[in-house]
C-alpha cells in the first residue's frame, strides 16, 4: 500500500523567508510524486511534479521540491514567501505501474506573516 | 494547463432530493476522471474512479447505489448523490487525466449542503 505523510499540521514563515512544506512518502514501485495547493472553498491547482530525471524539481508560482530517494521525501520550497502563497498544500503519491489511483496527504497549512 | 470545470458549484438541497453535480473536461479528452469528497480542514478522499464508458470503480465503504457514477463521453462525467441527507454534506472534488498525462487536473469543486 502507498502512503503519504505530512508531518507539519500548519507551518509559519514570515514574508521574504524561505519556506520549506516537508512530505515523506510509501510507495510498492517507483513513486511519481506531485504537489497541489487550494485556496479556500476551492479545488486543487497543480504545482509540480517528479516522474523521472533530475532530483530537483521546479514549478509554478516559483516553488521547487526536491526528491530524496534514499530519505522517501519530497519536501516543497521556495526562496523567498509571499503573503499569496497562505493556503493549504497537499503532497501526493501514485507508484509506477499503470493504475492511476493517487494517495494524497493530509495537508500542511501554509500561513506567511506580513 | 488543462482545464476542468464543475457544476454547480454551490447546492442546497432539502433531505430526501437527489443531486448531480457534472466535472467537464474543456479542452483534453479524459479517459479516466476520478471523484472525491473533502471535509473541512482534512485531505481528499477518493471516492471512486470512472473510466469512459465503463462502469465506476468504487472505493472501500463508499455505497455505489447512493453515489451513482456516469462517464458517458470523453469530457464528462456526472455524480448524483441520490435521497440526500444531511451528513453528505461536503466539499465534492472532481478531476480528470488524460492518457499521455500523469498529472490529475481538478475542478473547482462543489460545495453541498443538504437540510
Known amino acids: 500500500a502507498q502512503s503519504v505523510a505530512q508531518p507539519e499540521d500548519q507551518v509559519n514563515v514570515a514574508e521574504g523567508n524561505p519556506l520549506t512544506v516537508k512530505c515523506t512518502y510509501s510507495?510498492?514501485?517507483?513513486?511519481?510524486l506531485f504537489w497541489y495547493v487550494q485556496y479556500p472553498n476551492r479545488g486543487l491547482q497543480f504545482l509540480l511534479k517528479y516522474i523521472t530525471g533530475d532530483n530537483l524539481v521546479k514549478g509554478s508560482y516559483g516553488f521547487e521540491a526536491e526528491f530524496n530517494k534514499s530519505q522517501t521525501s519530497f519536501h516543497l520550497k521556495k526562496p523567498s514567501a509571499l503573503v499569496s502563497d497562505s493556503a493549504l498544500y497537499f503532497c501526493a503519491v501514485r507508484d509506477d505501474r499503470g493504475y492511476q489511483k493517487v494517495t494524497f496527504g493530509t495537508g500542511t497549512k501554509l500561513q506567511v506573516i506580513p | 494547463g488543462a482545464v476542468v470545470s464543475q457544476h454547480p458549484s454551490w447546492v442546497i438541497c432539502k433531505s430526501g432530493t437527489s443531486v448531480k453535480i457534472e466535472c467537464r473536461s474543456l479542452d483534453f479528452q479524459a479517459t479516466t476522471m476520478f471523484w472525491y469528497r473533502q471535509f473541512p480542514k482534512q485531505s481528499l478522499m477518493l471516492m471512486a474512479t470512472s473510466n469512459e464508458g465503463s462502469k465506476a470503480t468504487y472505493e472501500q465503504g463508499v455505497e455505489k447505489d447512493k453515489f451513482l457514477i456516469n462517464h458517458a463521453s470523453l469530457t464528462l462525467s456526472t455524480l448524483t448523490v441520490t435521497s440526500a441527507h444531511p451528513e453528505d454534506s461536503s466539499f465534492y472534488i472532481c478531476?480528470?487525466?488524460?492518457?499521455?498525462?500523469?498529472?490529475?487536473?481538478f475542478g473547482p469543486g462543489t460545495r453541498l449542503t443538504v437540510l
Open positions: 510507495v510498492s514501485g517507483n513513486p511519481y
Open positions: 478531476s480528470a487525466s488524460d492518457s499521455s498525462y500523469n498529472e490529475q487536473f
